[in-house]
């Protein structure tokens, strides 16, 4: 395992979040929800992809390694791990920074080749068109529009002809239940409502994404992207999943009953507000829904207790897009 404490920098690799272990229980967390919303307790895999007929496997911005460790536990997965046989399964994981992986001992013992690599750089030629399937999960936070760009070149250089790409992301905005119900909703089209109390939040999202140049709504954006980028997509499942208390009434992706989740989400919901706001409020541009410049942390607090409470009243979606792509022929 070629691993060292350190990270490299890129300007189109422009991560917002931290690399700490109360950031890694988060991610590991966060997998589990997405399963349960998705309904996948079998794995981390869609349908549309055969597991049996993949032998090299790439996680890439793999953080820590949760997906790959997941895939690891599948049956017809772990019994080929190690055979030395034709079909024998070789795990490949890669990060721009070694800090969330798990213990050494874990990944010799699943023998996954770990290694550090910013993803907006070419991979080495010795890994060029040898993976069945690369796994790229939530950048939403992490690439520039650019970075996407060259992510997206360097991953299809990864793959055998044939192999497939699943990505993962959401958009960088909350929807209410209102917008959601109304004719003609489509993520990734969404008006900020001044009249909604998610306005001042989602406004905080929209000149977040432009000041780090991020994509603003991966559920339209990214398609469009991929296709330009000399991918085919094979399978595109678009979902709009429930937060805080509309997980006791609202399904998962196959109607599944997600209440469990309430809580999970909800601290998630509450962590990228501090998140985003504490950038707003460091780059002079935090605002409240009447327009009015916050300058000063005591605003900002209130401003989050009031955007706690609206979301503990009311919950709120977010899109879900998960995509199945390989190179075109």
């Known amino acids: 395992m070629d691993t060292h404490d350190s990270q490299t920098t890129s300007p189109d690799s422009n991560y917002l979040l931290a690399h700490d272990d109360e950031e890694r229980r988060r991610l590991e967390r966060q997998h589990v929800m997405f399963k349960r919303f998705m309904n996948r307790f079998d794995g981390p895999l869609p349908s549309s992809i055969d597991v049996t007929q993949v ?25 080929r791990i190690g055979t030395n046989g034709s079909n024998e399964v ?5 990060d721009i920074t070694d800090q969330k992986f798990p213990p050494k001992n874990v990944i010799e013992e699943l023998k996954i080749n770990a290694f550090l690599h910013d993803v907006t750089a070419p991979f080495p030629d010795h890994l060029h068109g040898k993976f069945d399937l690369v796994n790229m999960k939530l950048l939403v ?51 900020l409502n001044p009249n909604s109390w998610s306005y001042a939040y989602n406004l905080l999202f929209r000149k977040n994404t432009l000041m780090n140049d991020h994509l603003t709504n991966l559920s ?48 998630i919901v509450f962590f990228i507000s501090e998140l985003i706001t504490g950038i707003a409020l460091k780059n002079g541009y935090l605002e409240d829904n009447d327009g009015k410049k916050i300058n000063t942390e005591e605003g900002r607090q209130k401003m989050l207790t009031a955007l706690r409470e609206n979301f503990i009243r009311e919950g709120a979606f977010f899109s879900c897009t998960e995509l199945v792509v390989q190179p075109s022929s």
Not at 90 to 94: E, G, N, Q, R, T
Not at 162 to 191: I, N, R
């Open 220 to 267: 339209t954006e990214l398609p469009t992207m991929i296709e330009a980028s000399s991918y085919t997509i094979v399978e595109k499942t678009s979902v709009m999943l429930p937060m805080g208390i509309l997980c006791r009434t609202e399904p998962g992706a196959c109607g599944q009953e997600v209440s469990s989740e309430e809580e999970f989400t909800k601290d």
């Open 55 to 79: 032998t090299n496997i790439m996680d890439v911005a793999a953080g820590t390694m949760v997906w790959t460790l997941d895939l690891a536990t599948v049956p017809t997965v772990k019994a």
């Open 141 to 191: 936070f992490a690439l520039t529009t650019n970075g996407w760009r060259k992510a997206l070149e360097n991953v299809r250089a990864l793959l055998k002809p044939g192999g497939k790409l699943l990505l993962c992301e959401s958009d960088s905005v909350f929807y209410t239940k209102a917008e959601v119900s109304s004719p003609g909703f489509s993520p990734g089209q969404h008006v």
């Open 90 to 94: 070789h795990l490949y994981a890669c």
